[in-house]
């Protein structure tokens, strides 16, 4: 996520990465999964479903900031632009796939 970041586009927080699934330009949503309370991003595993983007957990909401370029946490983070993670990112959304199909 920090090369994204550097090098490419990523939405940063949980309204603008509703937004960006709603609006079709996110490749990949990562949520923390110690956000209190749950409700602030219970939405986006079935939105993202709906509008089949792939969507990976971390455990981490301050580390999620971190690596998003943020000094303070991040619910959620939307990977709109790949940038040099191109391939990364292609590895990650095929093992969600796999994962998915299971």
């Given at each position: 996520l920090e090369v994204v970041n550097n090098t490419g586009k990523v939405k940063r927080g949980t309204n603008e990465t509703t937004k960006a699934v709603e609006r079709g330009i996110a490749k990949l949503v990562v949520i923390a999964e110690d956000v209190e309370p749950q409700e602030i991003v219970m939405h986006l595993p079935p939105l993202c479903?709906?509008?089949n983007v792939p969507y990976v957990y971390?455990?981490?909401?301050?580390?999620l900031?971190?690596?998003?370029?943020?000094?303070?946490?991040?619910a959620s983070v939307a990977v709109i632009e790949p940038g040099d993670?191109?391939?990364s990112i292609e590895e990650i959304i095929k093992e969600v796939e796999k994962l998915k199909k299971v």
């Amino acid at each position: 996520l920090e090369v994204v970041n550097n090098t490419g586009k990523v939405k940063r927080g949980t309204n603008e990465t509703t937004k960006a699934v709603e609006r079709g330009i996110a490749k990949l949503v990562v949520i923390a999964e110690d956000v209190e309370p749950q409700e602030i991003v219970m939405h986006l595993p079935p939105l993202c479903e709906e509008k089949n983007v792939p969507y990976v957990y971390v455990p981490s909401k301050l580390e999620l900031g971190r690596a998003a370029g943020i000094d303070v946490a991040a619910a959620s983070v939307a990977v709109i632009e790949p940038g040099d993670a191109k391939s990364s990112i292609e590895e990650i959304i095929k093992e969600v796939e796999k994962l998915k199909k299971v």
